[in-house]
């Protein structure tokens, strides 16, 4: 096969980014496609070419096959890369790719069908030796489920990363989590067929990457720990497992190995397997595609897997055997996402203000955002994954920590206090973590760092104190030798007001000569000297202490990262206007999303815990109970219809007692 020339990467966000550059690292051509809601993202930006494919929602967009191709051809690329999500592992994508001549930089169309049902997999690999779960499929699952035993886990046979899941505890519970989960699967990859396994109580979630060329060599890069979860979606994964030892990776390897054998398996692909407290493993799904996680692999095996992927396309063996493969250090990433731990994970929207990685020895940052991307209801709400190495687990968990608590990110909710919390806790210290770890470990009210005092006074005035500098910059009507904020009396001070965490929080100063400020701020004086200030920032000495200070304003809005971590101001205007609640007395939306099951009406009596209409957003369904019991008095909504964040869903009124 020839050397590949130009590739189409059939993806956005991180991945794209990802791809991208190794692309430019081989001096081989990279198409990037976008969305309108991706017009102006990194992806877009960095690539040698890009096309527009399509309105927001990913059906028209980035699961649009005949668009990704016209793209292909318009442009002249010989390959498509798919990374991950959207089309990754469709193999009519892939077949259509063959179709049209160009190369799919991922495994044969049969090997994407054999691993694309859960169903299928689990019979070839039952066949092959590999040890699987106990489990049941069809479409009446009911009374089969029965027989298996409670607890049981009810999961999409078409799809992973969590969509179309349930545990289900009890009989009772059966009938809602198979009507939930089929429609979920539905939405999500377009068939509805479930598979119904008994439940492995405080599992490790394991997994192999794996890798096969077209000359019959198959090989493994050791393991992935990717026990700690949330809504059975990975959020932390390190490399190699602290629960895994010499012996059993050995067994793990062969499996993965005879698992791709099995299937004729070309390229990269990853072998999960559930690992139970005994040490015994069972085969949980193959995923035909690269990773998310797979930069961990990397960081340890010093390998570039996209360039390997790219490699085996253009049919040449893999440059290494087996016993060549070295683990060396550890690797530790973190998901950074755009979501509320302390609301169930609800996914949010908005923009992002302030997007500021910090450059720190051992630590890679594959981001799919910048400052001022708008995170959209449409896609996946991950931001980014924070990659840390070191020569030990302990060496990079705390350059991982550091990395995070060094962040600037601001402008939307994200589960950054979450992960930190994961990093601190003793339990993961100590490499005692199955897939239950957040749920059994961190409650709500830890996932979200108490407020700290200190950063936002501090933020509050170089804010004040940037916002001042601005204005005396831009002048005005007078004298440039006159401060901003004169009067007769030079004793008054100047005064601004922001709300922090909905709390008003005023700053009073007297600006000084030499660029001193006589400051009161959370009821203390503090002296302030202005160093620098510029349109990004300010450095500011406040009681003899200097600090550099990254601003943004945004509107009202203005955030402030430095130090001591970063602080999201809202400017109080002098005169607010009156604001009336609409939504009381009424169930509103939690975020943006689109209304997938209605199951009230006018009169309706509801009990608390009941779920009254469930909502879609970010590729996810979320159900809204009711927080009491009551009656309905309106359902404002119908199925399919989209709602804004706040916007009122149902109107309740108290039971009758």
């Given amino acids: 096969m020839p050397r590949i020339r130009k590739v189409l990467v059939a993806n956005r966000g991180e991945i794209a980014r990802r791809v991208l550059r ?38 028209e967009s980035y699961l649009a096959i005949d668009r990704l191709l016209d793209a292909a051809r318009a442009t002249g690329a010989d390959a498509v890369h798919p990374g991950y999500g959207f089309l990754a592992e469709n193999a009519d994508f892939a077949a259509r790719c063959a179709e049209a001549g160009l190369a799919f930089i991922g495994p044969t169309v049969a090997a994407i069908r054999a691993m694309g049902s859960k169903v299928e997999s689990k019979r070839i690999m039952a066949a092959a030796g590999v040890p699987v779960i106990p489990g049941v499929a069809g479409a009446e699952l009911t009374e089969a489920a029965r027989s298996l035993g409670f607890p049981l886990l009810v999961k999409a046979s078409a799809g992973g990363g969590g969509k179309g899941m349930r545990v ?46 077209t000359h019959g060599t198959v090989v493994h ?58 040490g015994e493993f069972y085969f949980l799904e193959m995923n035909t595609r690269l990773q998310v996680e797979h930069p961990v692999t990397e960081e340890i095996t010093g390998l570039d897997l996209v360039r390997l992927q790219i490699e085996i396309a253009e049919g ?26 302390a609301r169930g994970f609800l996914p949010v929207t908005g923009r992002l203000l302030l997007w500021a990685p910090e450059p720190l020895p051992g630590v890679r940052y594959d981001a799919g955002v910048a400052t001022g991307t708008e995170v959209s209801i449409h896609y996946d709400p991950m931001l980014a994954k924070i990659i840390a190495f070191g020569s030990s687990r302990d ?3 705390r350059r991982l920590t550091g990395a995070l608590e060094r962040l ?6 994200t589960n950054r206090d979450l992960l930190l919390a994961v990093l601190r806790h003793p339990a993961f210290a100590a490499g005692e973590i199955d897939t239950h770890f957040i749920d059994r470990n961190l409650p709500p009210e830890t996932r979200v760092a108490p407020r700290n005092a200190v950063a936002e006074r501090t933020h509050a005035i170089a804010a004040a104190l940037h916002e001042h500098e601005g204005r005396r910059r831009a ?55 202005l160093h620098e200030a510029d349109t990004r920032g300010v450095a500011v000495e406040i009681d003899g202490v200097r600090r550099r200070f990254t601003v943004v304003v945004a509107g009202d809005v203005v955030a402030v990262h430095g130090p001591l971590g970063t602080s999201e101001l809202v400017r109080v205007p002098r005169f607010p206007s009156a604001r009336r609640d609409d939504a009381a007395g009424g169930f509103v939306a939690p975020m943006t999303g689109v209304v997938r099951a209605v199951n009230v009406a006018a009169g ?16 996810m369904e979320h159900e809204m109970v009711a927080q009491a019991d009551g009656v309905v008095r309106e359902a404002r909504v119908e199925v399919g219809q989209m709602v804004d964040p706040d916007a009122v869903l149902v109107v309740m009124a108290a039971a009758e007692t």
Wanted: glycine share 10%.
């Fill in 316 to 341: 040449r063996p893999i440059p290494f055997r087996q016993e060549d493969v070295r683990l060396v250090g550890h690797a530790i990433e973190a998901r950074l996402y755009a979501e509320d731990p």
């Fill in 22 to 59: 190794t692309l430019r690292a081989m001096s081989i051509d990279g198409v990037a496609v976008y969305s309108d809601a991706d017009a102006g993202a990194p992806h877009v930006a960095e690539a040698d070419e890009a096309v527009r494919i399509g309105p927001a929602p990913s059906a």
């Fill in 168 to 213: 289900v505890e009890s009989e009772q519970a059966l009938a809602g989590a198979l009507a939930a989960a089929r429609r979920e699967a539905l939405g999500a990859f377009g068939d509805d067929t479930l598979l119904v396994e008994r439940y492995i109580e405080r599992p490790r979630h394991i997994e192999i990457q794996v890798f096969g060329d």
């Fill in 221 to 278: 890069l050791g393991e992935r720990e990717c026990s700690i979860q949330r809504r059975y979606q990975k959020v932390i994964e390190e490399a190699p497992s602290p629960g895994v030892d010499a012996g059993l990776r050995e067994r793990l390897g062969a499996a993965a190995v005879s698992a791709a054998r099995a299937i004729g398996y070309v390229g990269a692909g990853t072998v999960e397997f559930v690992l139970a407290p005994n």
């Fill in 408 to 413: 600037g990110v601001a402008g939307v909710i």
């Fill in 604 to 619: 309706d009596r509801v009990t608390k815990g009941q779920v009254l209409l469930v909502l879609e957003a970010m590729k």
């Fill in 395 to 397: 060496e990079a968990v």
């Fill in 475 to 529: 002048g005005g009507p007078l004298p440039p030798s006159i401060p901003s904020g004169w009067r007769n009396s030079r004793w008054r001070p100047q005064s601004v007001t922001y709300r922090i965490a909905e709390e008003p929080f005023e700053v009073r100063y007297v600006a000084e000569p030499g660029a001193r400020f006589a400051v009161e701020a959370g009821g203390r004086s503090s002296t302030a000297v």
